[in-house]
Each structure stands twice: as structure tokens, then as C-alpha cells.
């Protein structure tokens, strides 16, 4: 059973910083890109930050130069670490590990709350 399992999230007030885990477990094999997603309430998924297998990163424009995408290959496990946090970050994030090549997979973790609010 493949699980991923997000932690980090919280209350942090405007221009604080936070850091995202996802831990996977199970067998999670062949993955092509590690993402993070956030969903606010009425609003569209969006895809925040990307790191492929060969550690290619890609951001959001909204949170370029503010978030950070990493992973830990050896514990399936990958990173945000956001900093200079503002409101408009207030969102649920969400870890995806996705498989393209040889067969489209998703992986998808529960979700973790963010709120920045003074």
C-alpha cells in the first residue's frame, strides 16, 4: 500500500517560515517528478514547485525566490521549505509523486494545512 503522509503545516504570521515533509512509504517505484500542490478554498489546484529524478526544480512564478523544493531520495521524502510567507500563501499543500514514463501514476498525500495570518 502506497501512502505519503505530509506534516509541517501550521499558523505562521506574515514573512514567517514553515517547512513541508512528505514521507513516503510503500512501493513507490519508477517516479518521474516529486510536486507540491496547494488548493485554496473556491480556487483552482495549482501546481507550486517541481523536482524531477534527476533534481530539475521549477516553481511557481508566485512563489519563485520564496519557496524551495528538495528531496531525500534515500527516504522517499521531499521538502518545501517556504519562507517570507504572505497571506495569499494560506492554502492546503499537497505532496504528489508522479510517474509519466511507462505508465501514468499518481501518487497523492492528504493534505497539510497553511495559514498566514497575523
Known amino acids: 500500500q502506497v501512502q505519503l503522509v505530509e506534516s509541517g503545516g501550521g499558523l505562521v504570521q506574515p514573512g514567517g517560515s514553515l517547512r513541508l515533509s512528505c514521507a513516503a512509504s510503500g512501493n513507490i517505484l519508477r517516479i518521474d517528478v516529486m510536486n507540491w500542490f496547494r488548493q485554496a478554498p473556491g480556487k483552482q489546484r495549482e501546481l507550486v514547485a517541481s523536482i524531477s529524478s534527476s533534481g530539475s526544480r521549477s516553481y511557481a512564478d508566485s512563489v519563485k525566490g520564496r519557496f524551495t523544493i528538495s528531496r531525500e531520495d534515500a527516504q522517499n521524502t521531499i521538502y518545501l521549505q517556504m519562507n517570507s510567507l504572505k497571506p495569499e500563501d494560506t492554502s492546503v499543500y499537497y505532496c504528489?509523486?508522479?510517474?509519466?514514463?511507462?505508465?501514468?501514476?499518481?501518487?497523492w498525500g492528504q493534505g497539510t494545512q497553511v495559514t498566514v495570518s497575523s
Open positions: 504528489n509523486f508522479r510517474r509519466v514514463v511507462g505508465g501514468f501514476r499518481d501518487y
